[in-house]
């Protein structure tokens, strides 16, 4: 079967550095995407990874290993307003998107 | 920027009633999809839709649930007979041809009372 897993929850402090694992399981790859979603409102697109390394954009960066169905999503200098929950999604071989449950970040002051 | 939009935002329904949620995906997308999130759940796929058609259905997506797209802009979710159950936040994506971003709409809450 097709599988995401990610953290449930996570706390972390304003001004320091989070990491949030997603490892995967599916049928084919083309591609791992972060969203951001705040409670009540839409996903929000962070990253694209299909090839493996790092992509950086802003505070926010993205990591992907295929050989390990693996990725993470690195958030910086955290911010009050970053609290949200993080979906990890893959897109498999019939370009669907399969949805990780979500990490919920929580930041303290 | 172009974007996705949807209508209505909210919509509350007595049990048994039809409800139709509309999506305008952006122009020049080709493939449409149809997700549900009930309330502190995971995103949850129902549909998509590619050159007309429905090209893959999730195990949800039984015969309450139809999917048209009546006039070339619009794209639009039909669920007779609504349940308790059906209350949860609808949203639209699309996307361009070959893998990439989806392009999420604001989502549609529907509450089924």
């Known amino acids: 079967g097709q599988n995401i897993d990610q953290p449930t929850e996570m706390t972390a402090t304003e001004g320091a550095i989070v990491q949030i694992n997603c490892t995967y399981q599916?049928?084919?790859?083309?591609?791992l995407f972060w969203y951001q979603q705040h409670a009540g409102e839409a996903p929000t697109f962070l990253s694209y990874?299909?090839l493996d390394g790092l992509e950086e954009k802003g505070r926010f960066s993205s990591f992907l290993s295929r050989s390990k169905g693996y990725s993470y999503l690195l958030l910086k200098e955290l911010q009050m307003k970053d609290s949200a929950s993080y979906l990890c999604?893959?897109?498999?071989?019939?370009?669907?998107?399969?949805w990780g449950a979500g990490t919920k970040l929580i930041i303290k002051p | 920027e172009p974007e996705v939009t949807q209508t209505p935002s909210h919509q509350v329904t007595q049990m048994g009633q039809e409800v139709i949620l509309r999506c305008v995906p952006i122009?020049?997308?080709?493939?449409f999809y149809w997700y549900r999130q009930i309330l502190g759940q995971k995103v949850e796929f129902l549909v998509s839709f590619y050159n007309n058609e429905i090209s893959e259905k999730s195990e949800i997506f039984d015969d309450q649930f139809s999917v048209e797209r009546p006039d070339g802009s619009n794209f639009t979710l039909k669920i007779r007979s609504t349940k308790l159950e059906d209350s949860a936040m609808y949203f639209c994506?699309?996307?361009?041809?070959?893998?990439?971003?989806?392009?999420f709409g604001e989502g549609s809450r529907l509450t089924v009372l």
């Open positions: 994506a699309s996307r361009p041809t070959g893998p990439g971003e989806l392009f």
């Open positions: 999604a893959v897109m498999d071989s019939n370009y669907q998107l399969i």
């Open positions: 599916t049928s084919g790859f083309n591609g």
């Open positions: 990874n299909v």
């Open positions: 122009s020049n997308h080709l493939y």
